[in-house]
Structure formats: C-alpha cells, structure tokens
C-alpha cells in the first residue's frame, strides 16, 4: 500500500494524470484493452477534465490509447443517466463526452431502473460479458479509481453495510441509511481482485477518515476503505497535504 503526497489538488490530478496514462499503456501494450472502473464524486472531475483536454502532466497529453479503453463504474447512485446526482453524468460531461471512447466501451448501471437487484444483476452480466468471465470468476480490472468519504467509505461500501461482507456478488445494491438512498456498488471482491486500485483524496476534511484508514485500528466495518487490500495488485494512495494533515508521518 503505497501512499504519494501531493501538494494540492492540481497536483493530485496531475500525478493521478500520469498513473492513469501509464496503467492505460501498459494494460493496452499487454492485453491490447484498457479496463478501468470511474469513481464518482467531485474529487475525480478535475482528472477527468484533465484527461479530456489532454494537457497537464507531459505523460498525460495525447498518451491515452481511448479507442482501446473501456469505461465502467466502481458505484452509482440510484437515479436516471442525467440527474445531478449521476456519477455517469459527471464523468460524461468531464471526460466522456469529449475523447473518442466507441460508445459501446462505455458502460453505465441502468441505474434508472426501478428494481434494484435488477439492476445489480444487469451490471453483473455486464461485467461478465466485458470481461469474458466463466461462472464464478472475478473481474480484474486494470485499474479501479475510488474515492474516500469522511466517514471512512469508498464507492458506496458505507459502515455498517452488509456488502462489505460480501464475497459472492460482483455488484451489491445497498440501501444507505445515512443518506436515505440507494446505491449500486463493486463489491470488495472485485475490487480486491484489481491489478491496480488508486484512491484520490483531497481535502482538510479528509484528514480523520485518511488518518483512521492508515492509523486506526478500526476495521472495514467502521473504516470501510480499509476493505481494499488487494490480492495480487499495487495500491496507490494519492492524497494531498490536506488530506494527509493528521497522519504522524505527514510532510517528512
Ligand atoms: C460516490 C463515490 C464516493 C466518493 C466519496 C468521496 O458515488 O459518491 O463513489 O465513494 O468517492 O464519497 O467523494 P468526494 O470526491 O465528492 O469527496
């Protein structure tokens, strides 16, 4: 588990920028595809505007193999494709809508549907279709970009949530007390069995959850980042000073 301070959050982009176009590379160069799952929120936009229009980091400007990538998504909230809410509407708007990505790579929850668990199994097939799966085999995912919520969350594994536990399901369908809503996630599972998961974390406002994740002793129940342990995966965390503010080795 590596972690990599930034100074700020146009720098976190900026190195998210770089991992991004490497891990692309590298996964198109061996297995001619490039399969990464979004994270959604506000964190990731500024890396996805800067993926789209292709400046920033030198290694980021036109180095992304699109025609070669496919698109999913670590979570989704239950609303329709253009609610505000939408982690497929933020990443289209910032990313999709502007590099050439065949549409048919793109590929979002139905998350507009009305049965949740419909909606989870779709995805799962989607996921079992994409990746050629036979029964009972794992995605693996070039890269999975997640987030890290104040409570300690990241994609919509919430504390407290059954799916945490999870280990058959590709994709859970939680309902988040907290938030009152429903959510649509991979499930620890799949996102265990990534080849590389980078979390982006930016903000004062991180620095408990960030410093629970590193130095706590709670477990994923409590810290459900502190699911994400891979099997056979290089985890990056990217965080700014911000965010690394509380942590004892912070800025040496
Ligand atoms: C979501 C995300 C979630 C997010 C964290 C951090 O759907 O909201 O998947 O896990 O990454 O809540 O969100 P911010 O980047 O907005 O702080």
């Known amino acids: ?4 301070i930034a ?9 998210a920028g770089e991992e991004f176009a490497r891990r692309a590379q590298d996964a198109v160069l061996a297995n001619g595809a490039f399969r990464v799952a979004l994270a959604g929120g ?8 800067l993926l789209a229009d292709g400046q920033g980091a030198p290694l980021v400007a036109g180095k992304i193999p699109w025609g070669r990538t496919h698109i999913y998504f670590g979570d989704e909230r239950a609303v329709p494709p253009d609610h505000p809410d939408s982690n497929y509407r933020m990443a289209y708007e910032a990313l999709l809508s502007k590099v050439p990505i065949p549409p048919g790579n793109v590929r979002r929850y139905c998350s507009e549907g009305e049965d949740p668990a419909i909606v989870a199994s779709s995805y799962e097939k989607m996921l079992r279709e994409g990746f050629q799966l036979a029964d009972g085999e794992t995605p693996r995912f070039d890269l999975i970009l997640l987030g890290l919520g104040t409570d300690g969350h990241t994609a919509s594994l919430f504390p407290g949530s059954e ?38 974390v930016s903000g ?35 965080v700014d000073q911000d965010a690394a503010g509380l942590l004892s080795r912070a800025g040496e």
């Open 7 to 15: 100074e700020d959050a146009e720098e976190l982009a900026d190195r």
């Open 204 to 238: 004062a406002d991180k620095a408990e959850a960030v410093k629970k994740v590193f130095e706590g002793t709670q477990g994923p129940e409590e810290v459900p980042a502190r699911v994400v342990q891979l099997l056979q995966g290089n985890l990056l965390w990217l």
């Open 163 to 200: 799916a945490i536990g999870e280990t058959e399901k590709l994709v859970a369908a939680p309902w988040v007390e907290k938030l009152g809503a429903r959510r649509y996630t991979l499930t620890p599972r799949v996102l265990n069995n990534a080849a590389h998961v980078m979390f982006l």
């Open 1 to 4: 588990m590596r972690i990599r």
């Open 42 to 49: 506000s964190t990731p936009r500024r890396l996805y505007r």
